[in-house]
């Protein structure tokens, strides 16, 4: 498929190619992986001395967004992508191999990356730093050690590109970390210390800190000359809902699993015209399974993975401060989601809804056939399918509790972003279709035999 840039993409894309070390701040499901595959192809094409070129990124964003990103689109596939992930031995064999275009590591590995050079052969003159609020941290004297160790090598890299949605989730003293990355601390002051003390106030009992009158608009000031912020709302249809699939891969015995399972289930519903109802029913296991156990014949729930738990993390920390409503079918996501998000919350009536419309809580977990008619929109417009059933009528309800209309009401020109997590090579995606995109059972299951024949 031919990669058509929207317009806010061209102006992204530009702006990369402009600057040698920026920052481009755009809301989630803008993009941003597009618009850089094209700036970096654009520099390839025109021989750039910077190659090759360094993402670095969220784990599970390592893991599958990049590279499926270079294979969405016809003209980023001459890209040569190596991923620097696994074990030590792996990660040794893919620097061995054959040069690359584009490196791929996560954050928890940047450190031993760091270490396999000295500054001076540092190898990666471009470096591509996804979700920089990872950097927040940084601190010149102290601070978390990945940043530490990238802030050895960053003044060797010839362009440093950072890339995120919220740059200041728990407000502006976040972004000093981040921009040094870009100047060295020319435009933020040279320490973090320094930075504190021009624009903010620290309570001394409470040790809150709250910026000085006029700071914010003195930040956004100094940002200007390397900070690009692309809003959904000024490009998009504020009455349509943004789809924001979110990929995870199943680990490889799970998957193998899966796929016996998902053979099974092609062949008990035959070739002849499905029966939407019959198919519903035979799919469950193939559900559950992707969504991270199953149940067997007592009601047992049996654990099979969570991949799922990390694309959770990874859409916190993109939205953040806001809060996420979360969409979940099987009862056994609630004690695997609690425990990787203590502070989360599952709705069990009035009380959980005044305090999510009051701001306390961060996640709130929803069963798909909850009641209808209750009041979550207030705070929150971000809303993620976990697991998921055959029931068009559900989804469209669970969508309309923080929808377009729900959004008008509190004159909002907020839009709506759907999040929908579904397990890599899994019916996941075909149940979405049926869902959300009006397609029948029997359509959704077609496309999806059709696939697995061609693999």
């Not at 954050?107 to 031993?112: A, K, L, T």
């Not at 002849?272 to 969504?291: C, F, R, Y």
């Not at 377009?404 to 909002?412: D, I, K, M, P, V």
């Amino acid at each position: 498929m031919k990669y058509i840039p929207r317009p806010h993409q061209y102006v992204g894309t530009q702006a990369l190619l402009d600057n040698l070390r920026f920052m481009l701040v755009a809301d989630p499901g803008m993009g941003k992986t597009a618009m850089v595959l094209m700036a970096l192809s654009i520099l390839l094409m025109v021989g750039s001395v910077y190659f090759p070129a360094l993402v670095i990124a969220p784990k599970r964003v390592a893991e599958v967004v990049w590279d499926g990103e270079r294979d969405r689109w016809d003209d980023f596939k001459h890209l040569r992508i190596t991923k620097l992930l696994g074990s030590v031995q792996d990660r040794m064999n893919a620097l061995r191999a054959p040069r690359a275009d584009i490196y791929i590591v996560n954050y928890e590995n940047i450190e031993w990356l760091t270490n396999q050079f000295t500054p001076e052969t540092w190898p990666f003159k471009i470096i591509v730093a996804d979700e920089c609020s990872k950097l927040k941290g940084f601190r010149l004297n102290q601070g978390t050690k990945r940043a530490a160790a990238l802030s050895k090598i960053a003044r060797f890299t010839g362009r440093w590109w950072s890339l995120t949605g919220s740059p200041a989730p728990n407000g502006l003293q976040d972004l000093w970390g981040m921009a040094w990355f870009i100047d060295f601390g020319a435009s933020l002051k040279r320490s973090y210390s320094a930075f504190l003390e021009s624009y903010f106030v620290q309570n001394p009992y409470t040790r809150r800190i709250t910026p000085l009158p006029g700071a914010e608009a003195a930040i956004h000031e100094a940002a200007k000359p390397w900070m690009l912020a692309l809003r959904a709302e000024d490009w998009m249809d504020i009455q349509k809902p943004q789809e924001i699939p979110i990929e995870v891969n199943m680990p490889e015995n799970a998957l193998t699993q899966y796929k016996r399972m998902e053979k099974d289930f092609f062949l008990e519903i035959g070739d002849a015209e499905i029966e939407a109802g019959t198919a519903a029913v035979k799919s469950t296991k193939l559900l559950q399974m992707s969504s991270g156990s199953v149940y067997d014949d007592n009601d047992v729930a049996h654990a099979v993975h969570a991949a799922k738990i990390g694309a959770l993390e990874d859409i916190m920390d993109q939205i953040a401060p806001e809060p996420l409503l979360v969409a979940y079918y099987w009862r056994f996501d609630v004690p695997r989601i609690l425990r990787a998000f203590p502070k989360a919350r599952v709705y069990s009536g009035k009380r959980d809804e005044n305090d999510w419309n009051a701001g306390k809580i961060k996640m709130m977990l929803l069963h798909m056939q909850s009641p209808y008619g209750l009041n979550l929109h207030g705070p929150c417009h971000d809303v993620c399918f976990y697991s998921y059933r055959w029931d068009a009528e559900a989804w469209t309800q669970m969508l309309n509790r923080v929808g377009a209309t729900r959004q008008a009401q509190l004159e909002s020109k907020r839009i709506v972003r759907v999040w929908s997590i579904r397990s890599r090579g899994t019916i996941d995606a075909d149940v979405i279709d049926s869902n959300f995109k009006k397609l029948t059972v029997e359509e959704a299951l077609k496309r999806a035999r059709a696939r697995r024949n061609t693999k």
